[in-house]
């Protein structure tokens, strides 16, 4: 999967980026990251790419022919019908579900703003999709562009050590994950549940499946009512005295 960003900061994506996992995941050519630096593509002789806002106000603007000029420069490389995201926070708030349906995609080019943001008409003519990380506001869209890419790129095949290390994962139906627990089998007083050193594989996933839908009730309401539940689902909700939540 290859990751275009335009940005007026291409160190921060490819330096932040090349640790870890999505490191591994660029050297073992599962994911290719290339940032475009919009400021190499301003005509003027001091490389400026921003301006005063018409109308007036605090802050500068992006101007929009190096955004769009960038943007061109790897409009072929990148495929013509490739999705272009503006990170913005006026766009729609990001989301696990929406991270797996980038994940399908072959190519995705982030555009990252800076200062007061873009100039509305490039936006207009390249942006296919606006998303937000959250209702706050950033300095640019480069840290919300690096937190969509690590998780859409743990999402495409191969990137993990094992496929089914995100399978249960928090929101992947809806609910959060189960506790999890490591050697020692007693820390501080406190020992691991039994069931877990138990062996028995029908009862751990029983517990697992009654405690992440103990902890969605508790600290997440909101997303158990889109979860899937089955009968002995809704059986152990309502034992558990929460049949409400989900009515
Ligand atoms: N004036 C803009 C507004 O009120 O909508 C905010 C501009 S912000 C200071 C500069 C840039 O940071 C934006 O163009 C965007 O790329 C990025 N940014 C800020 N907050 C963000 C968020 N919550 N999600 C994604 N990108 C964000």
């Not at 007036?56 to 022919?65: D, K, L, Y």
């Not at 089998?185 to 992440?212: T, Y």
Request: include cysteine; charge should be negative; charged fraction near 30%.
């Amino acid at each position: 999967m290859n990751f275009f960003v335009l940005t007026l900061f291409p160190e921060m994506i490819t330096d932040t980026l090349s640790h870890s996992i999505t490191g591994r995941a660029i050297k073992d050519g599962k994911i290719n990251i290339e940032a475009v630096n919009i400021r190499d593509f301003s005509k003027n002789k001091q490389k400026h790419v921003d301006d005063y806002p018409y109308g007036g106000g605090a802050g500068m603007v992006m101007q929009p022919q190096p955004v769009y000029d960038a943007y061109k420069s790897i409009e072929q490389k990148a495929g013509k019908n490739t999705r272009v995201v503006y990170m913005t926070p006026q766009g729609k708030t990001f989301n696990q579900k929406m991270a797996e349906d980038f994940s399908k995609e072959e190519n995705i080019i982030f555009l990252c703003g800076h200062y007061e943001g873009i100039d509305e008409r490039v936006i207009e003519e390249i942006v296919t999709d606006e998303v937000s990380i959250g209702d706050f506001v950033l300095t640019g869209g480069e840290l919300a562009s690096i937190m969509m890419i690590d998780a859409i790129s743990r999402l495409v095949p191969g990137v993990l050590g094992k496929e089914e290390s995100f399978q249960d994962e928090s929101f992947s139906d809806n609910l959060l994950e189960y506790p999890q627990y490591t050697r020692p089998a007693e820390f501080m007083g406190k020992k691991v549940p039994d069931v877990l050193l138990s062996g028995h594989h029908g009862n751990i996933a029983k517990w697992r499946r009654e405690q992440s839908i103990i902890r969605t009730i508790e600290k997440r309401p909101d997303l158990i009512k889109n979860a899937e539940l089955s009968k002995k689902d809704i059986k152990f909700i309502e034992k558990i005295g929460k049949s409400d939540i989900i009515k």
